[in-house]
Nanobody, 123 residues
Framework: QVQLVESGGGLVQAGGSLRLSCAAS????????MGWFRQAPGKEREYVAVISPSGITTNYADSVKGRFTISRDNAKNAVDLEMVRLNSEDTAVYYCAARRGLVRLSSRDYDYWGQGTQVTVSS
């Protein structure tokens, strides 16, 4: 059983930066595709970024490309999301998710989810 716990969210001014972390428990982390998703009030959960088991392959939503960076440390069972130049459109609850096998961009393809961490960007 895989358990994921996000941390690092908070309140930040527009143009600021935050680093989110996801700690995973479970033996299968190193073979899991890891993704970040977010959900704003009244909006569907949307894809943000994904990283392959090896960490070599990454992909980003167009809305965050060039501003967010996903990384992982398999020895520590952790995945991070570095966020810079935040704006009001980034306000949401951010979720860490995991799946086995190939990289996927849909939330429906992920099997394990964290509880989420709130990111609020003020103007």
């Amino acid at each position: 059983q895989v358990q994921l716990v996000e941390s690092g969210g908070g309140l930040v001014q527009a143009g600021g930066s935050l680093r989110l972390s996801c700690a995973a428990s479970g033996r299968t982390f190193s073979s899991s595709v890891m993704g970040w998703f977010r959900q704003a009030p009244g909006k569907e959960r949307e894809y943000v970024a994904v990283i392959s088991p090896s960490g070599i392959t990454t992909n980003y939503a167009d809305s965050v490309k060039g501003r967010f960076t996903i990384s992982r440390d398999n020895a520590k069972n952790a995945v991070d999301l570095e966020m810079v130049r935040l704006n009001s459109e980034d306000t949401a609850v951010y979720y860490c998710a995991a799946r086995r096998g190939l990289v996927r961009l849909s939330s429906r393809d992920y099997d394990y989810w964290g509880q989420g961490t709130q990111v609020t960007v003020s103007s």
